[in-house]
């Protein structure tokens, strides 16, 4: 008799929430109950608040129960074997309707296969992207790239094919492929999700951007505060070169590739390209002016393309002939689809891939069912530290790069934080000028500077001295910030703050009207 | 909680000769000196300058630029704590303040009898499973009072 096949992630976020107690507990029942299970441990289905979510395959697919504590595993072994009703049941994985109505091209994989199996991988779809690249041109790849649409998914959403062809057309003895995989922004795990539960389609990605530009090595820039991810990502490197797909003749083709994993220091700042890219060379993450783009003059002065880690990720699915399928989800200039990350205070937090459009109310309401304290939202952030915080009157601003600019806001990295009506926003508005303040590299004064200023006079303002004065001085700093800052950490800080302002200006003292009105 | 060799020159010149041939390898070679040591020591700053064939400056720059790289050993065992938006909203809060209260000290300090060392983080990226921490190493999500006092009794022990 085969034995039962089990699976649960060795996603970080299913460990912080106890899965390795979980195995060891359902491994500890099956030897009792003299029941032969093999345990996969995969990536994460992004269904967080199941987690430790355990699934077996069945003939009909594999059925889900979660969240499985330490204590549940051996009565859900038993429902298991038994094929029985358990509390914790939640029927087949695919069926779940936060799981269905995705729209899963990045992510199809992940939670699904084996993160440590290549070939795993490669019955999954593995690699078609790939052997497709190796049969067409440079421009050709370009050209698929250019029509899905793809834009820079970590944050300024510029067009993934313009930049790969203005390193393609660069003449230069040596190119690079750098992935930033310094995801900082608060509410945000989706490139540690798929590094961690589809490492190869990250490393695909990347070797079909070297053969298309013509670069011979990669780095991939992950942050020190995601060791699981670091680990994966070694070892399915690893693996790659045992199977040929990295190293000097790529699947035995002319194009040589390979890849390496350069672990970050715990500066959010290293997150911006330039930053990152001096990081990489050894030194301070401090940002570059541009010009020279790093198209032009990147790594080590030579042409490279730095793209984010979904970024990398959504190529296979294009390469593989969906190019204009991934351009035929989304809305406006917003083409494909999005890995949307819900966090904070959700009740139903996770990893949902959809297409562009969706609007921030059915994000929040529907598919995140409001807060896990069960209180009225408040506020939402979307895009990280440095995006701003909206109102329930904006919930009807649709997922799309322009709508949410349009708005004052921004997706960035697809982070959307989620905050109870316990949220104090003069705080938070202080809290980002904080974190400016912390993790500014110094080079500009508006930001190094200007953050400073910034919690100072927040505390002013906190301390009810001279409110409407000192509202103007945020403003101006702000102004000063966005307009005169190198990059966009401190350029972009004035949008929680001046959002948090504009939306909730009550928090922050007595408006001069109901003073009035009082006196 | 993770064991250190004490700082020993002849093998920290092993390490930097180790990790030296690298591109850009300064911080390849400031990680391996904290993974072997706990910490980067002083001493070490004018050795990875030798190899790399920059200036102290520029190492030392390197060196304190970065959040991660330490001056002197932590405590036995290191908390760290996300401080992050996610986590904020989410109680972080009061999980901050609690385990400040429970070890008496504030964030970014070391016990007086060097157990524990409590750091802030800015984001573990489980911030749909939020608060979380890390504990030398280990990741832990879903934080409640219950959850933060066993952290600490562990980390005390």
């Excluded at chain 1, 926003?425 to 400073?452: D, H, L, N, V, Y």
Aim: glycine share 12%.
């Amino acid at each position: 008799m085969s034995s039962l096949r089990i699976f649960i992630p060795r996603d970080a976020g299913a460990i912080a929430v106890g899965a390795d107690e979980t195995v060891a507990a359902l491994e500890q029942a099956a030897a009792k109950r003299n029941a032969t299970i093999e345990i996969v441990r995969t990536g994460s289905r992004g269904l967080y608040w199941l987690e430790p979510m355990v699934e077996v395959a069945t003939p009909k697919g594999r059925v889900a129960f979660g969240p499985v504590k330490e204590a549940d595993a051996a009565s859900v072994l038993d429902a298991i074997l038994k094929d029985g009703p358990h509390a914790l049941r939640q029927g087949l994985t695919e069926e779940i309707p936060w799981l269905k109505r995705q729209t899963r091209l990045t992510f199809a994989r992940c939670g699904i296969i084996d993160p440590r199996s290549i070939d795993d991988y490669r019955a999954h779809d593995g690699y078609k992207g790939l052997e497709r690249a190796l049969t067409l041109t440079s421009d050709a790849i370009l050209a698929d790239v250019t029509t899905s649409g793809l834009r820079g998914r970590g944050g300024a959403g510029f067009p993934t094919g313009i930049k790969w062809k203005t390193v393609a057309q660069t003449s230069a003895g040596q190119k690079y492929i750098v992935c930033n995989a310094d995801e900082g922004d608060s509410g945000t795990f989706a490139d540690r999700m798929i590094m961690e539960g589809d490492p190869f389609v990250v490393i695909e990605g990347m070797t079909i951007a070297g053969i298309a530009v013509g670069a011979t090595k990669g780095y991939v820039y992950i942050r020190s505060e995601y060791p699981h991810a670091i680990e994966a990502m070694n070892a399915a490197i690893a693996a790659g070169r045992r199977a040929g797909y990295l190293g000097s003749g790529v699947c035995g083709s002319k194009h040589a590739f390979d890849l390496e994993v350069r672990v970050g220091a715990g500066a959010y700042v290293c997150g911006e390209e330039t930053s990152l890219l001096e990081s990489l060379e050894g030194r301070r993450g401090i940002v570059r002016a541009k010009p020279p783009l790093p198209a032009h003059k990147g790594l080590f002065g030579k042409p490279t393309v730095i793209n984010n880690v979904l970024s990398f990720a959504a190529i296979p699915f294009i390469l593989a002939g969906g190019a204009k399928a991934y351009a035929d989800y989304g809305m406006g200039r917003s083409r494909g689809t999005m890995p949307i990350q819900l966090a904070g205070n959700v009740k139903y937090g996770g990893l949902f891939e959809t297409a562009f459009g969706i609007t921030l109310g059915e994000l929040i309401d529907n598919v995140g069912g409001g807060t896990r304290t069960g209180r009225p939202v408040r506020a939402v952030q979307v895009g990280g530290p440095l995006g701003a915080y909206f109102p329930r009157a904006l919930f009807d601003t649709p997922f799309d790069y322009e709508a949410f600019a349009a708005r004052d806001g921004l997706i960035g990295h697809a982070g959307v934080v989620v905050f109870d009506d316990t949220v104090d926003m003069a705080k938070q508005a202080r809290f980002a000028m904080e974190f400016c303040a912390i993790e500014s590299c110094g080079k500009c004064t508006p930001c190094r500077i200007g953050s400073i200023r910034g919690v100072e006079t927040i505390d002013r303002i906190r301390a009810g001295e001279r409110v409407e004065q000192n509202l103007a001085v945020v403003e101006d700093l702000c102004n000063t910030m966005k307009f005169g800052s190198l990059c966009a950490l401190g350029g972009f800080t004035p949008y929680p703050v001046m959002s948090a302002l504009t939306h909730f200006r009550e928090d922050f003292g007595p408006a001069p009207t109901s003073l009035q009105a009082a006196e | 909680m993770s064991v250190y060799e004490s700082w020993d020159a002849q093998r920290g010149a092993e390490i930097i000769a180790e990790n030296s041939h690298v591109e850009g390898a300064t911080l390849v070679i400031l990680h391996a000196l904290q993974e072997a040591f706990g910490y980067v020591p002083e001493a070490a700053i004018p050795m990875v300058a030798e190899a790399l064939n920059l200036s102290r400056a520029e190492v030392h720059g390197t060196f304190t630029f970065y959040h991660d790289f330490r001056r002197k050993p932590a405590g036995k065992h290191v908390l760290k704590l996300c401080r992050a938006e996610a986590c904020q909203a989410a109680g972080g809060d009061a999980v901050a303040a609690r385990a400040e209260a429970k070890l008496g000290i504030k964030l970014g300090n070391t016990t007086a009898d060097e157990r524990v060392t409590l750091e802030p983080i800015y984001c573990l990226g489980l911030c749909a499973t939020a608060p979380s921490a890390m504990l030398d190493g280990r990741v832990i999500g879903m934080l409640d009072e219950a959850r933060v006092d066993a952290l600490i009794a562990e980390a005390q022990q």
